[in-house]
């Protein structure tokens, strides 16, 4: 089974190909039917109904297709920078803009006759083109940021001051990076990784979810949480065991905290245990 590589700060956490069937490509279908119902602009008196549905998922496909492309190219190249992403979406909004005002302005030209191709011709055609993408656009965008993790969260209350003649207050240990990847709806209780293809399945004590990345990778971020991998393709926190059973032919099986049944693999039972986790009487 091979592995990806580690993902930078800012990259999804949901598979592509589920953002991309389950949120852009319902959301385009849903604009195009719209469009094509509305018809404004003046195609509704101008067009049937077979044309303006030909006409508006042929301009909306193109249009998703480019931002798509667009999209994917400058998000590989920005992996690394994260808060670049204001920019990159700017760039990728004009730049399909552009394009579609051009590919419009052909169309109309070929279809019903209409010149926009002179400068206040094509200006006014991109104000509409601009709108239009921005409509169509905003709801995967705004879904894909969050799943990135980009959009700001609420801002943490002030520490309160400390007296001088206060007790320093006792040293705490850094919360293992792996957990910042983590959504907040699972909590930062780890019970377990589990590699999946590309991915790392987290389960916590409120659920599961996919981040990208590599099990051993994940493994090195949980640094000073006390665990340890038990399997070629799982981790298992500590303090996520409650019981172990054997099979009949002797191989172990760790039973965690939320009923979970985590395989051992002979080249890790013996850490097991020495670390005394076949010692707990189970759940």
């Known amino acids: 089974m091979r592995e990806a590589t580690v993902p930078a700060a800012g990259q999804p956490r949901t598979p592509y190909r589920r953002r991309l069937l389950g949120r852009r490509l319902p959301v385009l279908l849903a604009a195009a039917l719209v469009l094509t119902l509305l018809g404004p602009f003046g195609t509704f008196a101008d067009l049937t109904l077979a044309q303006r549905l030909a006409y508006w998922c042929g301009l909306i496909g193109l249009g998703g297709l480019a931002f798509e492309l667009l999209t994917l190219a400058a998000g590989h190249r920005l992996r690394e920078r994260a808060g670049a992403w204001r ?4 760039g990728v909004v004009l730049a399909v803009a552009a394009l579609m005002t051009l590919t419009v302005a052909l169309l109309e030209r ?4 209409m010149d926009f191709l002179r ?3 094509l200006a006014e055609l991109f104000v509409y083109v601009v709108l239009v993408t921005l409509l169509v656009s905003a709801i995967p965008v705004w879904l894909e940021l969050r799943d990135r993790g980009l959009l700001a969260g609420p801002t943490p209350p002030p520490s309160p001051p400390v007296l001088d003649n206060a007790p320093a207050p006792p ?3 850094p919360e293992p990076a792996f957990l910042a990847r ?10 377990a990784l589990e590699m999946e293809d590309h991915y790392v399945r987290a389960h916590t004590a409120e659920g599961s979810d996919l981040i990208l990345m590599r099990l051993r990778d994940a493994i090195a971020e949980l640094a000073g949480l006390q665990g ?3 399997h070629r ?3 298992v926190a500590a303090a996520a065991v409650a019981g172990v059973e054997r ?3 002797g191989k172990l099986v760790l039973v965690l905290r939320n009923g979970r049944r985590v395989p051992v693999s002979r080249s890790y039972a013996a850490a097991v245990r020495e670390a005394g986790w076949t010692e707990k009487t189970g759940p």
């Not at 070929?110 to 006759?113: E, K, V």
């Open 247 to 249: 099979k009949p032919d």
């Open 228 to 230: 340890m991998q038990v």
């Open 233 to 235: 393709s799982h981790w």
């Open 110 to 113: 070929t279809l019903r006759g």
């Open 87 to 90: 920019a990159m979406l700017a």
């Open 171 to 173: 040293a705490e240990r």
């Open 119 to 121: 400068p206040l011709g």
């Open 182 to 191: 983590l959504p907040a709806r699972l909590g930062r209780d780890l019970l």
